[in-house]
Nanobody, 125 residues
């Protein structure tokens, strides 16, 4: 498994932006898909975005074009650029990674074996 360390969370006003980072250590980072999940108080952890080793990406419907997932294979780091943030985006955001394989698009927490510690994102109105 990869070891994942997240950073970049914080407090922003509605309409603002944040960039979350997920620094990975371990072998063959390029063989792993990277994903972001989030969890608000009292709710289950939900899928946000994922990016494959070939840098194809997909997003949850609630993203609505506001977020961009990316990766830097030289720095062994994944990113989530979040723009036009809403109060409903307030949650703890987690980075995850796995090599697969999957029968479909990986959108479940069970699809990923490596997890970061989470970073708090708070959006004020």
């Amino acid at each position: 498994q990869l070891q994942l360390v997240e950073s970049g969370g914080g407090l922003v006003q509605a309409g603002g932006s944040l960039r979350l980072s997920c620094a990975a250590s371990g072998p063959t980072f390029t063989d792993y898909a990277i994903a972001w999940f989030r969890q608000a108080p009292g709710k289950e952890r939900e899928f946000v975005a994922a990016i494959s080793r070939g840098e194809g990406s997909f997003y949850a419907d609630f993203v609505e074009g506001r977020f961009t997932i990316s990766r830097d294979n030289i720095k062994n780091t994944g990113y989530l650029q979040m723009n036009s943030l809403k109060p409903g985006d307030t949650a703890v955001y987690y980075c995850a990674a796995d090599r697969g394989p999957w029968t479909g698009l990986p959108r479940s927490t069970a699809d990923f074996g490596s997890w970061g510690q989470g970073t708090q994102v708070t959006v004020s109105s």
